[in-house]
């Protein structure tokens, strides 16, 4: 009988932990320092042992004795050092090599190609950040409408004209909650675009596996399939390093095997897409995530019912956990966009590209947020900047790890994507110049 979820995973922690520390006591080698009397012996013997060898051939000095006595010292008979892995695995030798390393992919990510990969992702990073905040402003807007509450939506808040005593629960729940449940509507239909295999949702399987013998053919057919999907996978890869080995390039036309109609669209596109989803998973947790410190968006809602500290402080610790999560559930799909400007994702040039695909968009980004609100800054875009970094920070830890990925055989240049940057000069800027004058909303 399988054990349960919990044993699996203590078992593996301290399975993890005795590897550590394992690890750890064989790598270097202890040194047991001799005792004084001992240590004085061997300098006066070894000392005795030079004096001889050198006065055969030279005369005594003062300065060939000085010489002797700076060369001698304790270990010198005894010749214990530290192995080589040690030695290696040193904090000094490790800081060495990562610099050494660190500036060899701060090179590769400073060179015209990858560059010009960091300048395509800072543009659909922002378009869809501007283009996420303002459709949720609108639908704040027009929820507040319904529920016969006038407003005023700028870039930095959204005046609501009603009073702070005459707002009700069903109020405070519609206008707060409308704009979070439509940005987890948005997650939803996106994710399930970006998954790799698209599984049917069945409400009423568990009915199936209510007896042990069901449960057991379950076990091994999914163990028959995922022995099949191995063997598949190894004869896929095969197939396309002798194509690889022998130049072959792909006819076009057959790079898509599916037929899903969501492969057939440009990864450009699908870029936008994923930066888009992230920006509504931002969205929907960030209320959360600091519902403890700022009464803001749906963190409101729950001040507003609960009224307790716990209930922010579990929520948080939820919205953060969920976070971290989704963050390593679509880390990989950033990798996969590496088909537009890569036949091959290795070693060499995984951490650039995510440097330039993930690191510096993100970073672009908040630094251009920060200008558009000049001179007032957002307290809620200031939420989403920070919570955003929560997402991406798994994408360079899946990064280090990635297996080698083979794309194409295709030639690839990587190029400015004009249109995109056309189409989200305008958009950006008549979304800016709407809210900085304002958008009035009444009944």
Same mark, same amino acid.
């Given at each position: 009988?399988?054990?349960?979820? $919990?044993?699996?995973?203590?078992?593996?922690?301290?399975?993890?932990?005795?590897?550590?520390?394992?690890?750890?006591?064989?790598?270097?080698?202890?040194?047991?320092?001799?005792?004084?009397?001992?240590?004085?012996?061997?300098?006066?013997?070894?000392?005795?042992? *030079?004096?001889?060898?050198?006065?055969?051939?030279?005369?005594?000095?003062?300065?060939?004795?000085?010489?002797? $006595?700076?060369? *001698?010292?304790?270990?010198?008979?005894?010749?214990?050092?530290?192995?080589?892995?040690?030695?290696?695995?040193?904090?000094?030798?490790?800081?060495?090599?990562?610099?050494?390393?660190?500036?060899?992919?701060?090179?590769?990510?400073?060179?015209?190609?990858?560059?010009?990969?960091?300048?395509?992702?800072?543009?659909?990073?922002?378009?869809?950040?501007?283009?996420?905040?303002?459709?949720?402003?609108?639908?704040?807007?027009?929820?507040?409408?319904?529920?016969?509450?006038?407003?005023?939506?700028?870039?930095?808040?959204?005046?609501?004209?009603?009073?702070?005593?005459?707002?009700?629960?069903?109020?405070?729940?519609?206008?707060?909650?409308?704009?979070?449940?439509?940005?987890?509507?948005?997650?939803?239909?996106?994710?399930?675009?970006?998954?790799?295999?698209?599984?049917?949702?069945?409400?009423?399987?568990?009915?199936?596996?209510?007896?042990?013998?069901?449960?057991?053919?379950?076990?091994?057919?999914?163990?028959?399939?995922?022995?099949?999907?191995?063997?598949?996978?190894?004869?896929?890869?095969?197939?396309?390093?002798?194509?690889?080995?022998?130049?072959?390039?792909?006819?076009?036309?057959?790079?898509?095997?599916?037929?899903?109609?969501?492969?057939?669209?440009?990864?450009?596109?699908?870029?936008?897409?994923?930066?888009?989803?992230?920006?509504?998973? *931002?969205?929907?947790?960030?209320?959360?995530?600091?519902?403890?410190?700022?009464?803001?968006?749906?963190?409101?809602?729950?001040?507003?019912?609960?009224?307790?500290?716990?209930?922010?402080?579990?929520?948080?610790?939820?919205?953060?956990?969920?976070?971290?999560?989704?963050?390593?559930?679509?880390?990989?799909?950033?990798?996969?966009?590496?088909?537009?400007?890569?036949?091959?994702?290795?070693?060499?040039?995984?951490?650039? $590209?995510?440097?330039?695909?993930?690191?510096?968009?993100?970073?672009?980004?908040?630094?251009?947020?920060?200008?558009?609100?000049?001179?007032?800054?957002?307290?809620?875009?200031?939420?989403? *900047?920070?919570?955003?970094?929560?997402?991406?920070?798994?994408?360079?830890?899946?990064?280090?790890?990635?297996?080698?990925?083979?794309?194409?055989?295709?030639?690839?240049?990587?190029?400015?994507?004009?249109?995109?940057?056309?189409?989200?000069?305008?958009?950006?800027?008549?979304?800016?110049?709407?809210?900085?004058?304002?958008?009035?909303?009444?009944?």
């Amino acid at each position: 009988m399988r054990a349960s979820l $919990f044993k699996r995973l203590s078992r593996a922690i301290r399975h993890e932990f005795r590897r550590i520390v394992d690890e750890n006591r064989g790598s270097r080698r202890k040194i047991r320092k001799p005792s004084l009397l001992n240590r004085i012996k061997y300098t006066i013997q070894g000392f005795l042992v *030079n004096m001889r060898k050198r006065r055969s051939r030279r005369s005594f000095s003062f300065k060939r004795l000085k010489h002797q $006595f700076q060369n *001698n010292y304790f270990f010198s008979d005894l010749k214990i050092s530290k192995s080589s892995i040690s030695e290696q695995r040193s904090i000094v030798n490790r800081l060495r090599v990562f610099r050494i390393q660190a500036r060899d992919v701060l090179r590769i990510c400073f060179s015209r190609d990858f560059l010009i990969i960091a300048l395509n992702s800072t543009i659909l990073y922002v378009f869809s950040f501007f283009l996420v905040n303002f459709i949720m402003q609108m639908i704040t807007g027009v929820s507040a409408m319904t529920c016969d509450i006038s407003t005023l939506i700028s870039y930095h808040i959204i005046d609501y004209r009603i009073h702070s005593f005459d707002w009700s629960l069903m109020q405070v729940i519609i206008v707060f909650s409308s704009p979070t449940l439509l940005a987890l509507i948005l997650v939803f239909v996106l994710s399930r675009m970006f998954e790799r295999k698209k599984t049917k949702i069945r409400p009423f399987r568990w009915v199936r596996r209510l007896s042990k013998k069901q449960r057991m053919k379950d076990r091994e057919l999914a163990r028959i399939r995922k022995k099949e999907k191995g063997e598949l996978r190894q004869i896929k890869i095969q197939q396309m390093r002798q194509a690889q080995l022998q130049n072959i390039v792909e006819p076009p036309g057959n790079e898509y095997t599916g037929k899903s109609w969501f492969r057939k669209l440009d990864w450009v596109f699908k870029l936008f897409l994923l930066w888009t989803m992230y920006h509504c998973i *931002n969205y929907f947790f960030s209320g959360m995530l600091f519902s403890y410190f700022f009464y803001r968006r749906f963190g409101y809602v729950i001040w507003y019912i609960f009224n307790s500290s716990g209930f922010n402080i579990f929520f948080s610790m939820i919205s953060f956990i969920f976070m971290v999560v989704l963050g390593f559930v679509f880390a990989p799909q950033f990798l996969y966009s590496g088909k537009l400007y890569f036949n091959n994702l290795n070693d060499r040039n995984r951490i650039p $590209f995510v440097i330039s695909q993930v690191v510096i968009p993100s970073l672009l980004g908040v630094v251009f947020s920060f200008i558009a609100q000049i001179p007032r800054l957002s307290l809620t875009m200031t939420m989403m *900047n920070v919570s955003i970094l929560i997402l991406l920070i798994a994408v360079p830890i899946r990064g280090t790890y990635f297996a080698e990925i083979h794309f194409d055989n295709k030639d690839k240049k990587a190029s400015v994507i004009w249109k995109w940057l056309g189409v989200a000069v305008v958009s950006i800027s008549a979304i800016l110049i709407a809210l900085k004058i304002g958008i009035h909303i009444s009944i």
